[in-house]
């Protein structure tokens, strides 16, 4: 099993950016495919990106391309999300998620972090 605990959430302006850190127990970290979803007031949870086991592979949503990047560090069991040029749209709770690729994070699993609020104002 592993669990995981996102940081970093916070206040910024429009165009600003921040970082999202998520911290994963166990020993396995390594072998765990990794992702980040999103869920706005009202809106139903959204797929934001992942990144597989080696962070040789990531995948993005459209909506984030070219300005969020997805990376890890297997030796801190830790996975970071950086969001550039951000826009208030980017308003959310969000949601570290672990599963054995990216595609089971994607499609469903169990292992997920309490969220953290990112407020973007215009």
């Known amino acids: 099993q592993v669990q995981v605990v996102e940081s970093g959430g916070g206040l910024v302006q429009a165009g600003g950016s921040l970082r999202l850190s998520c911290a994963a127990s166990?020993?396995?970290?390594?072998?765990?495919?990794m992702g980040w979803f999103r869920q706005a007031p009202g809106k139903e949870r959204e797929f934001v990106g992942g990144?597989?086991?080696?962070?040789?592979?990531?995948y993005y949503a459209d909506s984030v391309k070219g300005r969020f990047a997805i990376s890890r560090d297997n030796a801190k069991n830790t996975v970071y999300l950086q969001m550039n040029s951000l826009k208030p749209e980017d308003t959310a709770v969000y949601y570290c998620?672990?599963?054995?690729?990216?595609?089971?994070?994607?499609?469903?699993?169990?292992?997920w972090g309490q969220g953290t609020q990112v407020t973007v104002s215009s």
């Open positions: 998620a672990a599963g054995s690729t990216v595609e089971a994070v994607r499609r469903g699993t169990k292992y």
């Open positions: 990144i597989s086991t080696s962070g040789g592979g990531t």
């Open positions: 166990g020993r396995f970290f390594s072998t765990y495919g």
